[in-house]
């Protein structure tokens, strides 16, 4: 069984900064691609960035220069560092693991949320 944790959230200023770690664990034979997706109230879930297993990575064009993600594969860990956070990045942010089981198919395996709130 495939377990997908999140941490960091929390309450942050305007200007501030978080760092939101993720950890797959279990019976896992190969991770593809980690990444983070965040949810605003009453706005639908979007990709916020993304690390393939080669190291590329892909970010929305709001957190581009200020959001970094990286992954320790050891570890089967992404992490997302974020600077200079404002307002709109105020929302629940989801991990999203695309890997390979000990058994069963290749898929995507979701963590249950941490909330970001940016706010003075």
């Known amino acids: 069984q495939v377990r997908v944790v999140e941490s960091g959230g929390g309450l942050v200023q305007p200007g501030g900064s978080l760092r939101l770690s993720c950890a797959a664990s279990?019976?896992?034979?190969?991770?593809?691609?980690m990444g983070w997706y965040r949810q605003a109230p009453g706005k639908q879930r979007e990709l916020v960035a993304r690390?393939?297993?080669?190291?590329?990575?892909n970010y929305a064009d709001s957190v581009k220069g200020r959001f970094t993600i990286s992954r320790d594969n050891a570890k089967n860990t992404v992490y997302l560092q974020m600077n200079s956070l404002k307002p709109e990045d105020t929302a629940v942010y989801y991990c999203?693991?695309?890997?390979?089981?000990?058994?069963?198919?290749?898929?995507?395996?979701w963590g249950q949320g941490t909330q970001v709130t940016v706010s003075s």
């Open positions: 279990g019976s896992i034979l190969s991770i593809n691609v």
């Open positions: 999203n693991v695309h890997l390979t089981p000990g058994l069963g198919p290749r898929g995507d395996y």
């Open positions: 690390i393939i297993s080669g190291g590329s990575t």
